[in-house]
DNA sequence: TAGGTTTGTTTCAAACTTGAACCAAGCGGA
DNA sequence: TCCGCTTGGTTCAAGTTTGAAACAAACCTA
């Protein structure tokens, strides 16, 4: 079949997205670099784990919550942990386990540097979109994200990020 | 002044924007390097060059369109001339200058690949909106863009990527 | 209950990114 | 013309990401 190629309204839509996702991106990650010392991601892996239950998670939960793999997750939390943002416990009940735990420096950190973030963001992003645009925004990337459900059968996107693997308790 | 945090509906879109944008990202790296060998930023510089009249380029003006560290640059360059797929030559009317230019074979790759990459981005995004969300995300995203204007003065988002320096003739 | 498969996590090397430092070459004015 | 400032690019070390092993514990199932 011949390839069906982008419209020129596709073309402008997704160079426009594509463009601002890396600014985004960057500027997020700068802007946490110098207020807390470290990347976007390893901002959220703190926010994660300070809305999870005991404010401990699976690595695995944890992994698919933030849709990372499992080694880069590894790779992070064994930084956050030298920094003592974050500590990692055995689970009990199962020995293969590893709990990953927000430590009180970690949540202070985050709460010292949160502000900061969300201006950031509303800089960047909602400053700049009218209350409509918001709510198209969230419908196009829900929509977006529907598509990545069959990947690993996940939970829908962000809203339970903290959710147990099986039923089974841990920690 | 006190911080103003998202509210529930920012909160929603931003999460469903962030983890989208990622796995969006992810999903593009892996399939380009499965047929291309390379990834999306890669491929970016190809199809940028490929655009450009004579397929060629300054360094700084290619990092620029792209929004990405001259630095960053010059490592991907690098790489892709070691591939045949991009050639450095000397600016002669700069002689600090640094030109880049797509070979033939890189004009193949990317003819090559070209076809699964837009089925990809349809399959990502495109397919997943209705016509009228695509006119949603291209006014958004230009909105977003636009907040980046003065970080260096730059022609609107992609719309130009190959704009010259100054009006100096290059190659 | 032994043996094979799956699951949870880490490890390792190779590739990539970042930011600061560096080196030329242009540019502008005293 | 000489000097200091800016611009175009690269280099380098440190940090991060990737994907493919490697491992170990848990889970079948015959």
Known sequence: MTTRWLTP???????????????????????????????????SILATLSEAPERRLRMTDLAEGLKITRSRLTYAVTRLEKDGLVRREDCRWDKRGSIATLTDEGMRVLERTAPGHV??????????LTPEQV?????????????????DAHATAEDVPWRRRSGKPCS
Not at 16 to 40: F, K, N, T, W
Not at 119 to 128: C, I, N, W
């Open 119 to 128: 201006e950031t963001v509303r800089a960047l992003l909602f400053d700049r």
């Open 9 to 43: 309204e596709e073309q402008r839509a997704w160079r426009a997205y594509i463009a601002s996702a890396a600014l985004v991106e960057d500027a997020l990650d700068r802007q946490l670099q110098q207020e807390a010392g470290m990347p976007h991601l390893y901002y």
């Open 135 to 151: 709510g198209q925004l969230e419908e196009i990337f829900t929509a977006v994200a529907g598509g990545f459900q069959g990947d």
